[in-house]
């Protein structure tokens, strides 16, 4: 047996020597040997497609190595870990960022030349593994990134959809949502792990009994579902490979061999879909009864198959459940994993017959939670009702921490009946809901907001009756980008200008971006910037052209707002101003502006009228704008649609002017200002998020400040009146009248009514008129300042040397020595 093993390992040491180096003849030898053993396609018949699968499975044999090995030392030092959990991972494409932590970027691309395929057009048939919202997810995706980089045995958990974020598609100015097929054509990346799969229970009864004197609980289910994992690759920079675990949901019995040969067609095949549809899509529509408690079965589920993948783990290398805290860390990413307090609750006191206090004490030790919201309207909440039927045993145990947490309070606060209903994680002011902020706040060890602005705005306000009794809790963890993605992969010829001056150090240590600031005054160097960043102007007009009909001069600034479509995000304030610039145009001949291009890209939730609506008016306005001879060449508008991380890559080394122009203190912090900053964008923004810090970095003398602060728009919200300023400033009531006589929307009259309404009848909530004189006047400053080129590239420079700050290499490090309490592995 011993020969047979030594046998099968040569070989396959063999296999890995021939095919498996690091090589061009390596990688292009395996590309050849998948093309026909793995697609059994000759080479000749390869579909651009087939090329893009065989060379991705090439590329991932040369990870597989890495990341067993990886794994392996995880196990060998009984290390540590930590387990990211979060219901977005918007990973994008994973080809060329792989290739990148792989530092073989060169040998793919002369790899490929030898069989006449273009490296750069092989990447784009990659669809973007659209798991994710928006900045939630991207987030959770560069931060797995960078736990693999600096060797931290970290895990990320979320789920698998069948269908990600929507494709957008626009049809007469109007988002249509389609439904975004990623996984159609299959996923090199994925490896599915069966013998892991996990049981997830449901709905039944709560039976108890008394047993030496001590009550037992056991949670009978109704419906069982079941759990299959499937695992990405993390490729670090360095050495580490981690894991992404995603879950897909199964019927535990998929299909009835009695029912289909009764005829009962349908019903053979029920339990199959209705158990398939927990994760179908990301984010079921939650209009209904039926959507939330998809949704709520959907965190469950998620929650269920983590958690107990993370125990198995934890149970191979450790025998006593007093070691849990000092071996695992469980990070809830917002409180869509919120579930996992009372599951491991439930274990650890049903299951493994712990006392109370000893699970308590595990449970909170254990996990830390972010929040990355203000608006108290988007904190979850459940139907007490609906959580009774679907998780009754979960229930019980938030019933008895918040029994317990609220006796603690009324006695530190006697008769502070208002503070005892605020605190508690049941809201009875009208339906009871479970309050999943409140459950997280209690019972986690760690509290983290995600700017500073926004953290002392947890502090100060929404959580401010936490943080008087648990201040050592909270924390602030600034967030951050990976420089391997959104720099050296997004941009590269930036990439190499940096390199070439100040070293490689660098894409591991960003605060070495700082070096480049003496070359401030260096004639030589801004014009390489400048000519960098005209360049790559030049391929997004391309790119436009080809995909819209739009022609954007790369001579005019490119001004950008690309983001989720919120209304607090003010995208409407940028449209607003659109119609000042175009009337200025019109209606004076001696206005001289520089040439400007307004690029947007946002994706509205499908049930979110409002900012439905606002992308219509965009098209709308773009229409009139660049169909008029008069202020062609210089204004365009263009609506990018389908916003993913792929097409952020091509506009962020693109974009001179950086949108960032949220009501001050609403965005919690915001990234996409760091990779616009990163990659030389001057940002023109409110004293809002990150913004806030990118300030302390830069100055006012190297971004463009506008509005009110979070302290006058909570001064001015008392008395303020929208339709005074309307009445007064001619150029803001010009504006909003061409919208009411619809102008942008002739053949659908009162179409903008509701935003009329909103700016106007309802008080303009979100404030766009009290800002909008002053986000003029910041537009003018970035005129004047624009005509001094000189002055412009060393802004610029400027913002690039300073993003070091912004890494998410720096956040991760701060997670890992202030909450997670964790050091990288060191690997021999």
Same mark, same amino acid.
């Given at each position: 047996?011993?020969?047979?093993?030594?046998?099968?390992?040569?070989?396959?040491?063999?296999?890995?020597?021939?095919?498996?180096?690091?090589?061009?003849?390596?990688?292009?030898?395996?590309?050849?040997?998948?093309?026909?053993?793995?697609?059994?396609?000759?080479?000749?018949?390869?579909?651009?497609?087939?090329?893009?699968?065989?060379?991705?499975?090439?590329?991932?044999?040369?990870?597989?190595?890495?990341?067993?090995?990886?794994?392996?030392?995880?196990?060998?030092?009984?290390?540590?870990?930590?387990?990211?959990?979060?219901?977005?991972?918007?990973?994008?494409?994973?080809?060329?960022?792989?290739?990148?932590?792989?530092?073989?970027?060169?040998?793919?691309?002369?790899?490929?030349?030898?069989?006449?395929?273009?490296?750069?057009?092989?990447?784009?048939?990659?669809?973007?593994?659209?798991?994710?919202?928006?900045?939630?997810?991207?987030?959770?995706?560069?931060?797995?990134?960078?736990?693999?980089?600096?060797?931290?045995?970290?895990?990320?958990?979320?789920?698998?959809?069948?269908?990600?974020?929507?494709?957008?598609?626009?049809?007469?100015?109007?988002?249509?949502?389609?439904?975004?097929?990623?996984?159609?054509?299959?996923?090199?990346?994925?490896?599915?792990?069966?013998?892991?799969?996990?049981?997830?229970?449901?709905?039944?009864?709560?039976?108890?009994?008394?047993?030496?004197?001590?009550?037992?609980?056991?949670?009978?289910?109704?419906?069982?579902?079941?759990?299959?994992?499937?695992?990405?690759?993390?490729?670090?920079?360095?050495?580490?490979?981690?894991?992404?675990?995603?879950?897909?949901?199964?019927?535990?019995?998929?299909?009835?061999?009695?029912?289909?040969?009764?005829?009962?067609?349908?019903?053979?095949?029920?339990?199959?879909?209705?158990?398939?549809?927990?994760?179908?899509?990301?984010?079921?529509?939650?209009?209904?009864?039926?959507?939330?408690?998809?949704?709520?079965?959907?965190?469950?589920?998620?929650?269920?198959?983590?958690?107990?993948?993370?125990?198995?783990?934890?149970?191979?290398?450790?025998?006593?459940?007093?070691?849990?805290?000092?071996?695992?860390?469980?990070?809830?990413?917002?409180?869509?994993?919120?579930?996992?307090?009372?599951?491991?609750?439930?274990?650890?006191?049903?299951?493994?017959?712990?006392?109370?206090?000893?699970?308590?004490?595990?449970?909170?030790?254990?996990?830390?939670?972010?929040?990355?919201?203000?608006?108290?309207?988007?904190?979850?909440?459940?139907?007490?009702?609906?959580?009774?039927?679907?998780?009754?045993?979960?229930?019980?145990?938030?019933?008895?921490?918040?029994?317990?947490?609220?006796?603690?309070?009324?006695?530190?606060?006697?008769?502070?009946?208002?503070?005892?209903?605020?605190?508690?994680?049941?809201?009875?002011?009208?339906?009871?809901?479970?309050?999943?902020?409140?459950?997280?706040?209690?019972?986690?060890?760690?509290?983290?907001?995600?700017?500073?602005?926004?953290?002392?705005?947890?502090?100060?306000?929404?959580?401010?009756?936490?943080?008087?009794?648990?201040?050592?809790?909270?924390?602030?963890?600034? $967030?951050?980008? +990976?420089?391997?993605?959104?720099?050296?992969?997004?941009? @590269?010829?930036?990439?190499?200008?940096?390199? =070439? *001056? /100040?070293?490689?150090?660098?894409?591991?240590?960003?605060?070495?971006?700082?070096?480049?600031?003496?070359?401030?005054?260096?004639?030589?160097?801004?014009?390489?910037?400048?000519?960098?960043?005209?360049?790559?102007?030049?391929?997004?007009?391309?790119?436009?052209?080809?995909?819209?009909?739009?022609?954007?001069?790369?001579?005019?600034?490119?001004?950008?707002?690309?983001?989720?479509?919120?209304?607090?995000?003010?995208?409407?304030?940028?449209?607003?101003?659109?119609?000042?610039?175009?009337?200025?145009?019109?209606?004076?001949?001696?206005?001289?502006?520089?040439?400007?291009?307004?690029?947007?890209?946002?994706?509205?939730?499908?049930?979110?009228?409002?900012?439905?609506?606002?992308?219509?008016?965009?098209?709308?306005?773009?229409?009139?704008?660049?169909? $008029?001879?008069? +202020?062609?060449?210089?204004?365009?508008?263009?609506?990018? @649609?389908?916003?993913?991380?792929?097409?952020? =890559? *091509? /506009?962020?080394?693109?974009?001179?002017?950086?949108?960032?122009?949220?009501?001050?203190?609403?965005?919690?912090?915001?990234?996409?200002?760091?990779?616009?900053?990163?990659?030389?964008?001057?940002?023109?923004?409110?004293?809002?998020?990150?913004?806030?810090?990118?300030?302390?970095?830069?100055?006012?003398?190297?971004?463009?400040?506008?509005?009110?602060?979070?302290?006058?728009?909570?001064?001015?919200?008392?008395?303020?009146?929208?339709?005074?300023?309307?009445?007064?400033?001619?150029?803001?009531?010009?504006?909003?009248?061409?919208?009411?006589?619809?102008?942008?929307?002739?053949?659908?009259?009162?179409?903008?009514?509701?935003?009329?309404?909103?700016?106007?009848?309802?008080?303009?909530?979100?404030?766009?008129?009290?800002?909008?004189?002053?986000?003029?006047?910041?537009?003018?400053?970035?005129?004047?300042?624009?005509?001094?080129?000189?002055?412009?590239?060393?802004?610029?420079?400027?913002? /690039?040397?300073?993003?070091?700050?912004?890494?998410?290499?720096?956040?991760?490090?701060?997670?890992?020595?202030?909450?997670?309490?964790?050091?990288?592995?060191?690997?021999?």
């Amino acid at each position: 047996m011993n020969q047979d093993k030594e046998k099968i390992t040569m070989t396959t040491k063999t296999k890995k020597d021939k095919r498996a180096e690091m090589s061009v003849d390596g990688l292009a030898e395996d590309y050849a040997w998948h093309m026909r053993y793995t697609l059994a396609k000759d080479i000749d018949r390869a579909t651009p497609r087939d090329q893009y699968t065989a060379f991705a499975n090439a590329v991932r044999d040369r990870i597989v190595e890495r990341w067993i090995a990886t794994q392996e030392e995880y196990h060998r030092q009984n290390t540590k870990r930590v387990y990211y959990m979060s219901l977005e991972f918007l990973m994008g494409r994973l080809l060329g960022n792989n290739v990148i932590n792989l530092k073989a970027d060169q040998l793919c691309r002369e790899a490929l030349k030898e069989y006449g395929i273009d490296w750069n057009s092989l990447r784009d048939h990659e669809p973007d593994a659209g798991l994710g919202n928006g900045g939630l997810g991207r987030l959770a995706a560069c931060y797995l990134d960078s736990m693999s980089t600096l060797d931290l045995a970290g895990m990320g958990y979320g789920i698998r959809y069948d269908y990600g974020i929507f494709r957008q598609k626009i049809v007469g100015g109007n988002q249509v949502e389609e439904p975004d097929s990623w996984l159609k054509d299959g996923y090199p990346w994925e490896i599915v792990r069966p013998e892991y799969a996990q049981i997830v229970n449901f709905g039944g009864h709560v039976e108890c009994t008394t047993v030496k004197g001590r009550q037992q609980w056991r949670w009978v289910p109704a419906e069982q579902v079941n759990g299959l994992p499937y695992d990405l690759p993390i490729v670090g920079y360095r050495k580490a490979v981690n894991s992404l675990r995603l879950w897909s949901a199964r019927a535990v019995d998929e299909f009835d061999l009695a029912d289909f040969n009764k005829g009962s067609y349908v019903e053979a095949v029920e339990s199959k879909v209705l158990a398939e549809n927990l994760t179908k899509v990301l984010y079921p529509n939650d209009n209904t009864t039926a959507g939330k408690e998809l949704r709520l079965r959907q965190q469950y589920f998620f929650v269920a198959c983590s958690l107990k993948d993370i125990l198995r783990r934890f149970r191979q290398d450790n025998e006593d459940w007093s070691a849990l805290p000092d071996k695992v860390f469980i990070h809830l990413n917002e409180t869509h994993p919120a579930l996992v307090i009372p599951e491991l609750m439930r274990i650890l006191i049903d299951q493994e017959d712990l006392e109370w206090d000893v699970a308590w004490d595990l449970t909170r030790r254990s996990t830390g939670y972010t929040n990355h919201t203000i608006l108290p309207e988007a904190l979850e909440k459940w139907p007490v009702s609906m959580m009774e039927r679907l998780l009754p045993r979960h229930l019980q145990i938030i019933y008895e921490i918040n029994g317990r947490f609220l006796q603690k309070i009324s006695a530190l606060f006697p008769g502070d009946i208002k503070r005892l209903q605020r605190m508690s994680l049941i809201d009875e002011s009208g339906e009871r809901y479970v309050r999943m902020a409140n459950l997280c706040l209690v019972a986690t060890s760690s509290i983290n907001g995600v700017a500073e602005l926004h953290s002392q705005i947890l502090k100060d306000s929404l959580f401010k009756d936490f943080y008087e009794i648990f201040p050592e809790k909270f924390h602030n963890v600034t $967030n951050g980008i +990976t420089p391997r993605r959104w720099l050296l992969k997004a941009n @590269p010829t930036l990439a190499q200008l940096i390199t =070439e *001056k /100040i070293g490689d150090g660098w894409i591991t240590d960003l605060a070495q971006l700082k070096k480049l600031e003496r070359f401030k005054s260096e004639k030589a160097f801004l014009e390489s910037l400048a000519k960098i960043k005209k360049s790559n102007k030049g391929q997004l007009s391309n790119w436009v052209m080809a995909n819209l009909g739009v022609k954007l001069d790369p001579h005019a600034i490119f001004d950008v707002q690309v983001k989720r479509l919120h209304e607090y995000k003010r995208q409407l304030l940028l449209a607003l101003y659109i119609i000042i610039f175009y009337n200025r145009l019109l209606s004076n001949p001696k206005y001289d502006p520089v040439p400007r291009s307004f690029i947007f890209a946002a994706k509205a939730a499908p049930g979110y009228y409002m900012a439905k609506l606002i992308i219509r008016l965009i098209h709308g306005i773009a229409g009139v704008v660049n169909a $008029n001879p008069k +202020t062609r060449g210089k204004l365009s508008v263009a609506f990018l @649609p389908d916003y993913r991380v792929s097409l952020a =890559e *091509k /506009i962020m080394p693109a974009a001179e002017v950086s949108e960032q122009i949220s009501l001050a203190g609403m965005e919690a912090s915001g990234t996409g200002n760091m990779k616009f900053m990163m990659n030389g964008a001057l940002t023109l923004g409110t004293y809002d998020g990150a913004n806030v810090e990118i300030n302390q970095e830069v100055g006012d003398e190297n971004m463009f400040l506008f509005g009110m602060r979070t302290e006058d728009v909570a001064k001015a919200r008392p008395t303020y009146v929208s339709r005074e300023i309307y009445r007064k400033d001619p150029e803001i009531k010009a504006a909003i009248d061409m919208i009411k006589s619809n102008v942008f929307s002739l053949l659908e009259p009162g179409l903008f009514e509701p935003i009329i309404r909103s700016l106007l009848d309802y008080n303009d909530y979100y404030m766009l008129l009290a800002d909008l004189k002053s986000y003029c006047a910041a537009q003018d400053r970035v005129d004047k300042t624009y005509r001094d080129q000189k002055k412009w590239n060393a802004m610029s420079l400027v913002n /690039i040397a300073r993003s070091g700050r912004f890494s998410s290499d720096r956040a991760i490090l701060e997670y890992a020595k202030d909450i997670w309490h964790i050091e990288p592995v060191k690997f021999a």
